[in-house]
């Protein structure tokens, strides 16, 4: 089976832009978390989707929102981008909603300047 | 809120030295799983464990959950060169379905 995919790999954005990010989760899997990850703050959990709701969401404020289509595949939106918003973002999917045993993708690594 | 620390941050050893990584919970666990994560790569499952006091092993790693269900460790017998990568923890409150809290990582560098 093909892993979970994830584009763009890098991105450049400005502050002030917006930018979505997608992910591709395995196969037959319907779970799909997100995770921002920064040297500083390490792996932190953005928000859970499982068959396109939004099952759970981590301490992020509303500037980053999330959706996930009836295919399984979730996009990621960050909007008003702030320097601090820089890192590396991290989609995993899962079997089941509240699926423990996360599949990581690559991740996009963001850079805000 | 719900806390995962993981110790040490940093963990220098030589090849064929043991290596052990803790991780603790405010608050008690559903289940706790471990994760690796190569330099500049994503990362990865190793194993979940549920059962208080319950104790697995692949390989050379040793996974253990402690009787309270608070608190975890993974440890490395004879370290070779290919264990080198952060090591994650993370944990799901029990009650709380879904949202998986990540310890810090314990990072290993091991010299040949």
């Known amino acids: 089976k093909a892993g979970v995919t994830q584009t763009p790999r890098y991105l450049i954005k400005t502050r002030g832009q917006q930018v979505t990010l997608s992910c591709s989760p395995i196969s037959g899997h319907r779970s799909v978390s997100w995770y921002q990850q920064t040297p500083g703050q390490g792996l932190q959990f953005l928000f859970e989707y499982f068959s396109e709701t939004q099952r759970n969401k981590g301490n992020f404020p509303g500037r980053f929102s999330g959706r996930q289509f009836s295919n399984s595949r979730s996009e990621m939106n960050v909007s008003t981008l702030e320097l601090g918003d820089s890192a590396l973002y991290l989609c995993a999917s899962g079997t089941t909603a509240g699926s423990y045993e996360q599949y990581f993708g690559p991740g996009t690594r963001l850079t805000v300047t | 809120g719900q806390q995962v620390m993981q110790i040490p941050q940093y963990q220098h050893v030589q090849e064929g030295e043991d290596f052990t990584t803790y991780c603790n919970s405010s608050t008690t666990l559903s289940n706790i799983q471990w994760y690796k994560q190569r330099p500049g790569g994503h990362p990865v499952f190793l194993i979940q464990?549920?059962?208080?006091?319950e104790v697995k092993k692949q390989k050379r790693l040793t996974f253990q959950f402690g009787e309270a269900k608070k608190n975890s460790s993974l440890h490395i017998t004879a370290t070779q060169t290919t264990d080198v990568g952060t090591y994650f923890c993370?944990?799901?409150?029990?009650?709380?379905?879904?949202?998986?809290?990540f310890g810090q990582g314990t990072t290993l560098q091991v010299k040949p």
């Open positions: 993370a944990g799901v409150r029990s009650g709380n379905t879904g949202k998986l809290i």
């Open positions: 464990l549920v059962k208080s006091g």
